[in-house]
């Protein structure tokens, strides 16, 4: 059985200086940030993206990622990213996250757990 991975919430609404691994961020911040014109990656599959998805976000379903590499090397890896997918027991975002910060070294990775559904939820962005 898979084992959800857990991950460090971020508390306040400002970001560490260094991050030592991808960190969760609710969905207050995740709005700030979103105002603040931080990059929104979409984990989920182009399907769900392409019906709705954050205002702005980029779509690199977790699924099939090796397919967007190119769009993955166009981002700036210094710069922070926020990942969603479906929130509740869906973990692509955790996963991505742990791709881009791993693998392509990205120095800043936030998730968005409760992802898109709150989001939506809220009124908040989406197109």
């Known amino acids: ?10 508390e306040g609404s ?3 200086d260094i991050f030592e691994e991808p960190m969760s961020i609710n969905i207050d911040l995740a709005y700030k940030l979103f105002l603040d014109g931080v990059l929104f990656l979409d984990a989920r599959d182009s399907d769900d993206f392409y019906d709705e998805h954050i205002l702005n976000s980029i779509n690199i379903p977790y699924e099939i990622m090796s397919d967007y590499e190119d769009t993955i090397l166009d981002l700036d890896p210094i710069k922070p990213v926020i990942i969603y ?12 996250g742990d791709v881009l910060f791993d693998e392509y070294e990205f120095e800043k990775v936030l998730i968005f757990e409760d992802g898109f559904p709150a989001w939506k939820e809220l009124g908040y962005p989406i197109q």
Do not use: R
């Not at 991975?5 to 971020?10: A, E, L, T």
């Not at 929130?87 to 955790?94: K, P, V, Y």
């Open 1 to 10: 059985i898979k084992e959800k991975k857990i991950i460090n919430n971020i």
């Open 14 to 16: 400002t970001l560490p």
């Open 85 to 96: 997918c479906s929130g509740g027991e869906c973990d692509l975002s955790i996963h991505l």
